[in-house]
C-alpha cells in the first residue's frame, strides 16, 4: 500500500515519462553538431530545459524571464561533451551560424583595419622619405609635428647615429629651413619613480625669418 507522498511520486512519474521517452532532434550551439537524443532526469542548473513560461523581468524593462522544468534537462553533446550548449536542432544550428557569420565579418574587418594601418604607415614612410631628399616640399603642419620632424632627422639614433636611413635631414641647414633640437632635463618626481624632460625643436624658414617650435 502506498502511502501519499509515494502516489504523489507516480503522478509525477507518469507525467513526466512522455517528455523523457520522447526522442528529438537537438543540436549544439558551440559546434554546430545536431544529433537525436533524449532529456535527462539530472543535469546542472544551466542545462535545463524550458517549459514554455516566460514572464517580465521585474527590473529590466522589455526583457523576460524563461521559465525551465524542475527536474528536465538537456543531454550532453557528443562532440562538445557537455550540455551548457544543447538546445533544440533549429535554434542551436542558427546560434552557431550567426555566432560563426559574427567571427568572419570580425575577422574581415581586423584584417580591413590592419591593411588600412600598414597602407597609411607606408604612405607616411613614403612621405618622409620624400621631404627628406626635397626639403622644399615639406608643408608648415609636416614642420609642426615634433614625431615628423624627428623622422626626417632619423631620431631616435636607436642604431647608430651613421646608420640612419640616407638621405637623412641634419641639424642645422635643410633647404631653406634650419632646424636644432632642444633638451632638458627637468628631474625626477619626489618618489625618484617619474623622469620629467622637455623636447622640442626650433625650426627657422630662412627665406621668410619665420620660426616656431615643433613640440613634444
Request: charged content about 30%.
Amino acid at each position: 500500500m502506498m502511502n501519499g507522498f509515494e502516489a504523489l511520486q507516480q503522478v509525477k512519474d507518469n507525467m513526466m515519462r512522455p517528455i523523457y521517452e520522447k526522442r528529438r532532434h537537438l543540436g549544439c550551439e558551440f559546434c554546430g553538431t545536431t544529433f537525436h537524443g533524449y532529456y535527462q532526469n539530472t543535469g546542472y542548473q544551466s542545462d535545463k530545459v524550458p517549459n514554455g513560461k516566460k514572464s517580465p523581468h521585474p527590473t529590466k524593462q522589455g526583457y523576460s524571464i524563461i521559465h525551465t522544468y524542475d527536474d528536465v534537462f538537456y543531454p550532453d553533446c557528443p562532440t562538445c561533451g557537455i550540455a551548457a550548449g544543447v538546445r533544440n536542432a533549429d535554434d542551436a544550428v542558427a546560434i552557431y551560424e550567426h555566432e560563426q557569420e559574427k567571427k568572419r565579418k570580425n575577422k574581415a574587418a581586423a584584417e580591413k583595419r590592419k591593411a588600412t594601418r600598414e597602407r597609411k604607415i607606408k604612405e607616411y614612410w613614403d612621405r618622409v622619405r620624400h621631404v627628406r631628399a626635397n626639403p622644399h616640399d615639406a608643408t608648415i603642419e609636416e614642420l609642426h609635428s615634433f614625431n615628423f620632424v624627428q623622422a626626417l632627422l632619423g631620431m631616435p639614433y636607436y642604431g647608430g647615429y651613421d646608420n640612419r636611413e640616407k638621405p637623412c635631414w641634419e641639424q642645422g641647414q635643410n633647404g631653406r629651413y634650419e632646424v636644432k633640437f632642444n633638451y632638458v632635463d627637468k628631474g625626477t618626481s619626489r618618489s625618484g619613480k617619474t623622469h620629467y624632460t622637455r623636447q622640442w625643436f626650433d625650426i627657422t624658414n630662412t627665406d621668410t625669418g619665420e620660426s616656431w617650435e615643433a613640440k613634444r
